[in-house]
DNA sequence: TCAATATATGTAGCTAACTACGTATACTTG
DNA sequence: CAAGTATACGTAGTTAGCTACATATATTGA
């Protein structure tokens, strides 16, 4: 007996986080062997500056969908690695704005053809009967309809 | 723009991750809401012990998916809670057999019925067009097939 | 039979998100 | 226009898995 197989969907949380660990160690294993230093996480927020170049910290919180304690921290980090700089808000000076760096904007360009073969590789790997990216979608849409606690509420 | 979508397939490793903590957050709501103090990640755990009544340390870490140190710190919580307890192996010394507490045992019983609303729940929340624990259960067989990395190597 | 290897368990420290809380600045309203 | 509320940012500490390394015991083969 297996007891994730027994067990089934009760174990659904760890089964996806191990998932999500696989994979990002793989991303950032595929980034490397491409000669580039950068981490899997750290992809929406470089992304999401590529098309808005300026963003205080919690609109880009908002944007990529994280908390804003958790940006900050990728913040951190890519300040760290020069990526991007910030400058105060000169009409609210509660906001602090997050721009690339040149070196963040050139490593941007270097990675797009790695970005293209890791959607191939990715968009081959999940292309199965059951769509893993169209699922997860799908269960999101329905907690937002109606949460896991109040389904067991009958 | 929500680069969520845009970003897509790239980001999907914290996609999974964000949504088994949303679900493991529920599920430990769903328990203290039915007056049982229970973490959803000791299910694993407890749930094979009541099928395997004895199995050492490594045993059980081979059940349950997880490696030997995840299984360790699930242990020794669960020991505080006095839910499981230990002995050696007479044969081998170097093994540590678990077991069931009576305690244990007990509450394993009490938990039956939640268990029942909360696989409802679950199969009610993720029968959508592409099932979620279907996709998972692809995308690893995919993986085992052919590593991402590898899908990248054309 | 004992040296080399394998297995079982344990510890330390990492990761990538989170919540809770605190402070500073801006906005609103009586 | 000042007091209360809202917003922006930051810090501290938690979580639930992991890898790397260390030690103890068992097994194997020359």
Known sequence: MNVIN????????????????????????????????????WFP????????????VVEL???????????ISLLKELEKEKLIRSKKDKQDERKR?????????????????VWQTMVDALTELTNTSNNIMKAIEEVEAQLNDKSFMDRTKK
């Open 6 to 41: 027994e067990s089934g969907i009760l174990g659904i949380s760890t089964r996806l986080q191990r998932l999500s660990e696989q994979l990002r160690r793989d991303g950032f294993q595929i980034y490397k062997a491409n000669g580039i230093d950068f981490e899997p996480k």
């Open 45 to 56: 927020v470089i992304y999401t500056l590529h098309f808005k170049p300026v963003l205080s």
């Open 61 to 71: 919180a908002a944007e990529i969908g994280y908390t804003h304690p958790s940006t």
């Open 97 to 113: 704005l997050i721009l690339l760096t040149e070196k963040g904007k050139k490593l941007l360009q270097q990675m797009q053809p």
